[in-house]
């Protein structure tokens, strides 16, 4: 009996611990679990976009103040003519495409605009500060950013008021609750850096203004901020030394050029242009506690596709696929989509044979290949502050 005790009492012990020893177990699975879904945000579910910009995000705006964008822009994925300058897609599309919204309508296009997932502001030309010059004369828009910011502030207000007769403004405007919960995007200040140099200003200069570009740009995400954005995706200028119109009008000597073939100095201006904007966001982010706001660091994957364009299935990077002839395939005078004369003879800016394989469009602009390259770099956050990926851009770090 006393042995038979003893067995019957280690065996009731070794139950026991087996039940503790498996709800032990439970417990530290679940608050595993737990804690796995706290580290991962979750998507933020954005339901509208609202863009400030210029042409790297203008998917309509100046085209529809002084004329549209002629082909063969938009021939790659719109297969007309789209207000894109851009044989196809660019960022913004293709970010709203990742959301799963529709692509944004112009502000300025009256006709066959939807704005129920939000509105873009930007215009191909614009830049932070109002330029003392006309389109006209310089190609730069006299919708600079602090403008832009008036049309939304009045979109904001009257868009509400006429959604609340219901009908059709019901149907293409956005609800009030989208404004807080929207992602704004801002990808502006390339033609600013551009416009001092076209004024036969030196890098140097073109820096000495830079900071009273941050003071006007601070002023209007504080001002969105004021108007219930919370959400901010911000990119950096990209490497304007490497662009074509900058390569074919800026006087560069050997010594300037690097090893790819790029203006190493203008290089050195956007990237100081990019260091001060960066410093302004972490600015920001003290003053604007409610606000997640994201840096993208557009211009080092840019770079990295010009520096490697053949590893990554690209030719000739410097030179532009749609335009009239000369070293990079850019004329200021008869651009891509226009005819002119040059030396008494008929000129054309015409599309190359294959879009997909170059990297720059028109002179200006990338081509829908190598915006997409680009955004599939960056959409996951790996080039990003916090290192967020887009669709969780409304969290704070």
């Given at each position: 009996m006393g ?15 087996s039940?503790?020893?498996f ?14 879904a706290l ?42 003519p ?10 913004i ?5 990742r ?14 605009s ?19 010059t006309?389109?006209q ?18 979109f904001?207000?009257?868009?509400q ?11 293409l ?17 390339q033609n600013?850096l551009?416009?001092?140099?076209f ?10 203004y ?13 001002y969105?901020?004021n108007?219930g ?12 030394g ?30 100081y242009?990019?260091t001060?904007?960066n ?5 920001l982010?003290k003053?604007?506690?409610l606000a ?28 532009a ?28 800016g015409k ?13 200006y ?9 680009v955004?599939d770099?960056?959409?996951g ?6 290192p ?10």
């Amino acid at each position: 009996m006393g042995v038979l005790s003893q067995t019957l009492k280690v065996s009731s012990h070794s139950h026991m611990d087996s039940a503790a020893l498996f709800f032990l177990t439970l417990i530290i699975s679940a608050t595993s679990v737990a804690s796995s879904a706290l580290a991962t945000p979750a998507s933020c579910d954005f339901p509208a976009i609202f863009n400030f910009g210029d042409s790297n995000s203008d998917t309509g705006g100046l085209s529809a103040v002084y004329g549209q964008a002629p082909p063969p822009n938009g021939e790659t994925f719109f297969h007309k003519p789209a207000g894109r300058y851009c044989d196809g897609r660019l960022f913004i599309d293709l970010m709203a495409e990742r959301l799963g919204l529709p692509y944004l309508s112009a502000y300025l296009d009256a006709v066959g605009s939807n704005f129920t997932h939000g509105a873009n502001f930007a215009t191909a030309g614009s830049t932070i500060r109002p330029q003392n010059t006309t389109w006209q004369q310089t190609g730069y828009s006299p919708i600079s950013l602090d403008v832009q910011f008036h049309e939304f502030n009045d979109f904001h207000r009257r868009s509400q008021t006429y959604r609340n007769q219901g009908g059709v403004f019901e149907k293409l405007l956005p609800e009030e609750e989208f404004f807080s919960r929207a992602l704004y995007t801002f990808d502006i200040g390339q033609n600013d850096l551009t416009a001092g140099y076209f004024l036969n200003m030196t890098g140097d200069q073109v820096k000495g203004y830079i900071p009273d570009l941050m003071n006007q740009f601070q002023t209007v995400i504080e001002y969105v901020y004021n108007q219930g954005g919370r959400s901010f995706w911000i990119h950096n200028t990209g490497p304007l030394g490497c662009l074509p119109y900058v390569l074919d009008r800026l006087p560069i000597t050997a010594g300037q050029v690097d090893h790819i073939g790029c203006v190493g100095p203008a290089n050195d201006v956007a990237k100081y242009f990019n260091t001060k904007l960066n410093e302004t966001i972490v600015e920001l982010r003290k003053q604007l506690p409610l606000a997640s706001i994201t840096y993208v660091d557009v211009y080092s994957v840019k770079y990295a596709l010009l520096s490697k364009a053949k590893k990554y299935g690209y030719v000739e990077p410097l030179v532009a696929c749609c335009g009239s002839g000369g070293r990079y395939n850019y004329n200021m005078k008869v651009g891509c989509g226009w005819k002119g004369t040059e030396d008494g003879r008929e000129i054309e800016g015409k599309s190359c044979e294959d879009p997909t394989v170059k990297i720059n469009w028109d002179g200006y602009h990338y081509t829908e290949a190598a915006n997409k390259w680009v955004f599939d770099q960056i959409v996951g956050g790996a080039f990003s502050d916090p290192p967020l990926p887009l669709a969780m851009a409304c969290h704070r770090p």
